[in-house]
Every structure is written in C-alpha cells, then in structure tokens.
C-alpha cells in the first residue's frame, strides 16, 4: 500500500445542473464545474499546477484543455501542465489516473479535470452527423453507435444466451435507482413493457435504451496528501470531497468499430479491470459501490461480468434477479450507479463517467442518505467506455487506508 505522503486524493467534485437544450457552451458549463470543485476543495484557482479536459462534440477546440485553462484564467501561468484527454467516454477515468501520474511522477500538487458537453442542444441531424464521422465505419448504418452496440448485442445474445427482455430491464434499474438521485434527469420509474414498447431505434435497441442525450459537464480536484497535509486540508470532511484516496487503476483498447468478426478479443473492459483489481490487491467483493458504463445495456452486461460483480455469462441472471427486488421492494438500492447511469442520469456525450466518480465519491463519503449502499463504504470502482468498447479504464478509489 502507498505510504500516506504517496497517496492523490479526490479532493474537490462540481457538477452543473443536467438538462435539456440549457442554450449554453461546454465550455461555460466545464468552467462552471470547475468553480463548484474549487469551492467544494476549499482551494483557489492559484492552487492548481495542472488541468486535464475532455472534449466536447458540441463546441470542438484545437485543443480542450488548453481552451478552458485559457477561458478561466489558467494559462498564461509557469509550471502549469495542461492535457487535452480522448479515450471517449473512457476519458474522465483516464484522466483521473492521468491527475494521478501528474501528481505522483510530475511533481504537481494539484490537478482539476473537467468534462462536459451540450449534446442535446445539437439538433438530431447534427448530433448524429458527428457521431456517425467520429465512428467512420461505413458498415454501420446510422445511427452508427446504436448499430455498432446493436451487432454487439446479437454476438451477445447468440454466445451467452441474453435475451431481449433481460436487457430491457437494464433502464428500468438505471430509472429505479435515478429516480431517487436528487440531480438526476429521469424522475420516473420505467417498466419492462414500457421499454419494449419505446421507439425502435435499431433492431436490438428501443429508445429507452439508449443513454440519455443531455447537457451538463462535471470536474473533481485530484492532489497529493502532501499537499493538502500542508495546508491543513487533510482528512479535514472538506464538505465530504477530502477523504478519498485513489488506489489503483488499469486501462485497455480495443478497435474503434466491431470488426466483421467478433469475438471476446474486442472487449477490454476485463483487461482494465484485472489490472486495477492487480494493483489495489482487492477481490470484486471488496468493491461497496460500482460506477460502470451503461451507454446501452449491452455495454452494462459486459461491465457487470467483467467487474466480476457476477461470473461471464449470467449478467442477464443477475439482471433478473436485481429486476425482482426492485418490483419487490421500490427503497431497494443496488450496489451500481446510485445516480442511474448514462441511461437514467444523464449523458453529455464523453463526460458521463465524471458523474460515476463524483457518485463514488459521494458514498465513499457516507453522505449519500437513502441511497447509501453500506453505512461503511469503504471502496468503489468506477468504469468509463469510450467509443464501441474502443477504450476501457477503471479505477479503484477508497477511504484512506
Ligand atoms: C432519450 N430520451 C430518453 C432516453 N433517451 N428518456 C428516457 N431515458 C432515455 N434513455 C428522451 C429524450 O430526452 C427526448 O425527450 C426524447 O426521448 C427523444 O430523444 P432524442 O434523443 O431527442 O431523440 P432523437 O433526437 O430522435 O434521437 C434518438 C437517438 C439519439 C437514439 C438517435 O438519442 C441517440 O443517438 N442516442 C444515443 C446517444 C449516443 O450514442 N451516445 C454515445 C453512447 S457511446 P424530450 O422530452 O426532449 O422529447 C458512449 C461512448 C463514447 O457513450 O465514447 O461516447
């Protein structure tokens, strides 16, 4: 285990309200995310040596970070390191290992990362002229992601048996555990038959399916213990954003597009997954809070197997059973996306795992009321996907040990 002055700690969460067509920029919604974490961290601007940003579709730069640390006032500033970060939607867990490298082999003390978008604000044409050239797989009719995820799920389907109803419970979780968020978007419960009678959207997937366009941008304060020990911020509850230590992380690639023929060798959340376990040194049952990708329910199957919350091949059993105690029992809390996931909370196209961390850290801190998931959570793991399985990170987060 690192030693305490080793440790990069979360230090700092923002987030804008989500919504629909909000009339702003990504760039004035991350700005605004920013100024939450600071105040939440108790730190001034001055305070930060480093900034790593996301990229928005909506309002593209030539590079992300650069834009929003000029935008805020961040740069022109001496030893300050900036880094625009595209793994997708892999990318707030990549750059929060990233703020860990910084911190940890680059001498910075403290490090904001930002991510948001205004997708819903792009008409749908537009929004799916983008998503479609960002794919360029001329195989994939549009829409292209909901068709390249589609393919993925009939692989699915074909090789382990899911079926059509088992993943058309995945939004009625995501909904049951969103509706009792107080900032997410879907206040309302979805049923299994609501689902499958949503718009058909590709052959596999209904509209219900899909994660939930939206504005909104996100951004978390990493620093070393050092840091904060100095300035007396340490273990000080920092409006519960100051305790939590990263442990680990791993990541992994895949192709951009399926190939013609898929196989397990596309996937690379397991990859990522087995190396943040590797490093933390802790088993899957060790994990309180998981914060996993669900852009369609295909890619939360994986996640759920690959995470090891259940063995490969029976995540559409586990789905039936979590399906059951909540029809059962509505103050039921499921151990995954306390917030409700890209399909329930909201989805600024590559931001939304910052929500995930942002959650994690939220019950890592016992503050999360009647969607705590253990009085005493002690560990979470949250899990970004980028692209069509394209990029895998996961990181491991804990109490400090
Ligand atoms: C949409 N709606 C939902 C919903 N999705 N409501 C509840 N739950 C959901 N999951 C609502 C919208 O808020 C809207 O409500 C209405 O349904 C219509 O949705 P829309 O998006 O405005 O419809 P449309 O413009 O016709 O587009 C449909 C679509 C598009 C399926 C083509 O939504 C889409 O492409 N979605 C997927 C987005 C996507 O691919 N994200 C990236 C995932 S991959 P109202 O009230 O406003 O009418 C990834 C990896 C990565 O995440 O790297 O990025």
Redesign the pocket.
């Known amino acids: 285990m690192p030693r305490l002055a080793q440790t990069v700690r979360v230090v700092g969460c923002g987030a804008t309200k989500l919504g ?1 067509r909000l009339g702003r920029s990504a760039g004035s919604l991350m700005a605004e995310a920013v100024q939450g974490a600071l105040s939440s961290a108790r730190l001034e601007l001055d305070d930060l040596d480093g900034l790593i940003a996301v990229p928005s579709m909506s309002d593209p730069h030539l590079m992300e970070a650069h834009y929003l640390a000029t935008k805020i006032g961040l740069l022109p500033k001496k030893n300050f390191l900036v880094r625009t970060i595209d793994t ?2 892999a990318g707030p867990v990549t750059a929060l290992l990233e703020g860990r490298r910084m911190i940890e082999a680059e001498n910075c003390q403290a490090v904001v990362i930002a991510a948001g978008d205004a997708v ?1 604000s792009l008409s ?1 044409e537009e ?2 002229r983008r ?1 479609d050239a960002g794919i360029g797989c001329d195989r994939l009719p549009s ?1 292209a ?2 068709n390249g995820y589609g393919l993925i799920t009939d692989w699915h389907a074909k090789t382990y048996g899911v079926t059509r109803e088992q993943l058309a419970k995945v ?1 009625c979780l995501m909904s049951h555990q969103a509706s009792k968020h107080p900032h997410a978007i ?1 206040r309302r419960r979805y049923t299994v038959e609501e689902v499958l009678e949503s718009p058909q ?1 590709t052959p596999q997937l209904n ?7 939206m504005d909104g941008a996100g951004a978390i304060i990493v620093a070393s213990s050092r840091f904060l020990e100095k300035r007396g911020l340490l273990n000080k509850g920092n409006h519960g954003n100051g305790d939590v230590v990263i442990l680990s992380g791993g990541e992994a690639s895949g192709p951009l597009s399926p190939p013609v023929v898929i196989d397990e060798t596309m996937f690379s959340c397991e990859q990522a997954a087995q190396s943040a376990y590797y490093e933390a040194q802790v088993r899957p049952d060790e994990i309180d809070f998981f914060g996993l990708y669900d ?1 369609f329910p295909i890619c939360f199957l994986r996640a759920i197997e690959a995470v090891g919350i259940c063995p490969k091949g029976q995540g559409g059993r586990w789905i039936d059973e979590q399906y059951e105690r909540i029809l059962a029992d509505e103050n039921y809390v499921l151990p995954v996306n306390t917030h409700g996931g ?3 909370f909201g ?1 600024p ?2 931001a ?1 795992a910052i929500f995930a961390v942002i959650e994690a850290v939220r019950q890592l801190n016992g503050v999360a009321g009647a969607q705590q998931v253990a009085e005493d959570c002690r560990r979470a793991l949250v899990y970004g ?3 069509i399985f394209s990029s895998s990170a996961v990181a491991i987060l804990s109490k400090p040990i």
């Open positions: 629909n997708g939607g819903s749908t929004f799916l998503a829409p992601i909901p939004p879907t959207i509209l219900l399916e899909c994660a939930r366009r852009c890209l399909l329930s989805a196209w590559e939304p996907n980028g692209g």
